[in-house]
């Protein structure tokens, strides 16, 4: 479907999910210099295998991004992803090399901005006569994402690791 | 956070042109940095950069220093950039102002409700680093008429 919905009839949860995940992949190529691409359950499965693997025995450390927006309608866009991949968008927008110092404030607060350019995009495709008001991203460690598609989640890949994306509306 | 801080000049120094004093306004540090990075990246004369996390802070150090031009998000905690933009609004002081939005919010009622502010340019996040230049070489030159 094209990148912007048509606003002549309501559009699905499925198309609001297909917008979200085409605005994850425009922020994280565009802003953060990253290559995305939509995934399935197989290939975010082995992406997650392989994360693990890179954190050669320690816990994978996970981060959840949420925006929480209101308007026309309401609701939340999570982002997760692996706390390396954090680390690799964060020094991607900043400009770091590797030799840089990693301050873990400036993950959380590249992460959350990751997530509130994300829902912005999407928000301005789906409603562009509407306005909304996003609240500020709230960022937190989480156990890892189940490894397949549950309701209402896009499975992404970025740098070849796993993202997950969720879409909840919030009735008002 | 200190609403003083500020960048040692950047950018090249064209001739001709005076070099722009910018403000900064977003509540997400790394988005600063981001522009802040990209706005050295570009060929245009840059003075001083001036940073603030909310549009309170923005008033601060607009009031007490000579800013060019205002980069400000919407959406911000403490104060949003409409409401800053509001606040400056029809203040002499500021009249030469040049102010740009940028923002994840590039809704046609959120571009309507800025439009009366003297909003020269809107700036969809994310965007690209030309996007910035050419946001930039409009500015410059516009500040050379106004000077």
């Known amino acids: 479907m094209s990148s912007a919905i048509c606003q002549r009839r309501t559009p699905t949860f499925r198309e609001h999910r297909e917008v979200l995940q085409e605005s994850l992949v425009a922020v994280a190529q565009e802003s953060f210099f990253s290559f995305a691409e939509p995934c399935d359950t197989e290939r975010f499965g082995e992406a997650v295998s392989s994360a693990e693997a890179d954190a050669s025995g320690s816990v994978l450390r996970w981060l959840r991004a949420c925006v929480e927006f209101e308007g026309a309608f309401a609701g939340r866009v999570s982002v997760t992803m692996p706390h390396a991949l954090a680390v690799e968008l964060m020094m991607a927008i900043a400009g770091l090399a590797p030799e840089d110092e990693i301050a873990e404030g400036h993950v959380i607060d590249s992460t959350g901005e990751f997530a509130n350019m994300v829902c912005g995009t999407w928000l301005t495709k789906a409603a562009v006569h509407r306005k909304f008001n996003l609240r500020p991203p709230a960022v937190t460690s989480v156990g890892a994402p189940v490894e397949r598609a549950a309701d209402g989640e896009e499975l992404v890949l970025i740098n070849d690791r796993p993202v997950s994306l969720r879409l909840d509306f919030i009735a008002s | ?147």
């Open chain 2, 1 to 147: 956070m200190d609403p003083t801080r500020e960048q040692a000049t950047v950018g090249a120094s064209g001739p001709g042109l005076r070099p722009l004093n910018v403000l900064i306004v977003d509540d997400s540090a790394m988005m600063r940095m981001m522009i802040k990075r990209v706005t050295g990246l570009c060929d245009v004369p840059i003075g001083r950069i001036f940073e603030a996390a909310n549009g309170a802070e923005a008033i601060t150090i607009l009031e007490r220093e000579h800013v060019d031009a205002l980069f400000t998000d919407i959406n911000m905690p403490v104060m949003t950039g409409t409401e800053l933009l509001r606040a400056i609004s029809g203040n002499p002081r500021w009249q030469n102002l040049l102010r740009v939005i940028i923002s994840t919010d590039g809704s046609e009622a959120r571009r309507n409700e800025v439009a009366e502010l003297n909003v020269r340019l809107y700036v969809e996040k994310p965007f690209r680093p030309e996007v910035m230049r050419d946001v930039l070489c409009n500015l410059s030159a516009t500040n050379a008429h106004v000077s």
